[in-house]
T-cell receptor, first 112, second 115 residues
Framework: NAGVTQTPKFRILKIGQSMTLQCTQDMNHNYMYWYRQDPGMGLKLIYYSVGAGITDKGEVPNGYNVSRSTTEDFPLRLELAAPSQTSVYFC???????????FGPGTRLTVL | AQSVAQPEDQVNVAEGNPLTVKCTYSVSGNPYLFWYVQYPNRGLQFLLKYITGDNLVKGSYGFEAEFNKSQTSFHLKKPSALVSDSALYFCAVRDSGAGSYQLTFGKGTKLSVIP
């Protein structure tokens, strides 16, 4: 198993550009999550999904969108990138609500 | 609303000495509690969790944590620190109530083990 994979590893965007962060898991987990990590701030939940076709907002959803058309994939879309979206983004998955979350390696995004 | 506090931004400990990384939490129901570790430029790795049962939880790499309901704490401990334990540690909590899917993380504590 590759676990949770994320692409790209690094990206620099200009203000106003859009991009999609990819996340794929091969563990057949129902639950998937997107977090952002800012220095000294821990992880903040952006969006989550409890299964294919079902998504919901987390703590900091503004400026982001997600979709979950398959169990494996959970892409995060940034529309009209802003400097405040400069962060490290982590995708995670878990088989159940009480279970351990498995994290991807992260995407470091800079918006200039 | 649920929350986690890690009161120390940094903990320094000499190699071979015991270490403690503190965590307190707040949830409306019963808590599910987790500790994760993050090495530089890596994702988070699971260390241990408390769901129910024995208050002392043992996890990976010799770490353990004690759930204390009266003090709403879940401190991470290790009897003898290694230099390789130097990393960023995160405590996290989820309410056990039905319909609760969000894990709330603390801000993290940087552990430095000095040779």
């Amino acid at each position: 198993n590759a676990g949770v994979t994320q692409t790209p590893k690094f990206r620099i965007l200009k203000i106003g550009q859009s991009m999609t962060l990819q996340c794929t898991q091969d563990m057949n987990h129902n639950y998937m999550y997107w977090y952002r990590q800012d220095p000294g701030m821990g992880l903040k939940l952006i969006y989550y999904s409890v299964g294919a076709g079902i998504t919901d907002k987390g703590e900091v959803p503004n400026g982001y969108n997600v979709s979950r058309s398959t169990t494996e994939d959970f892409p995060l879309r940034l529309e009209l990138a802003a400097p405040s979206q400069t962060s490290v983004y982590f995708c995670a998955s878990t088989p159940g609500r009480t279970d351990t979350q498995y994290f991807g390696p992260g995407t470091r995004l800079t918006v200039l | 609303a649920q929350s986690v506090a890690q009161p120390e931004d940094q903990v320094n400990v000499a190699e071979g000495n015991p270490l403690t990384v503190k965590c307190t939490y707040s949830v409306s129901g019963n808590p599910y509690l987790f500790w994760y570790v993050q090495y530089p430029n890596r994702g988070l790795q699971f260390l241990l969790k408390y769901i129910t049962g024995d208050n002392l939880v043992k996890g990976s790499y010799g770490f353990e944590a004690e759930f204390n309901k009266s003090q709403t704490s879940f401190h991470l401990k290790k009897p003898s620190a290694l230099v390789s334990d130097s990393a960023l540690y995160f405590c996290a909590v989820r309410d056990s109530g039905a319909g609760s899917y969000q894990l709330t993380f603390g801000k993290g504590t940087k552990l430095s083990v000095i040779p």
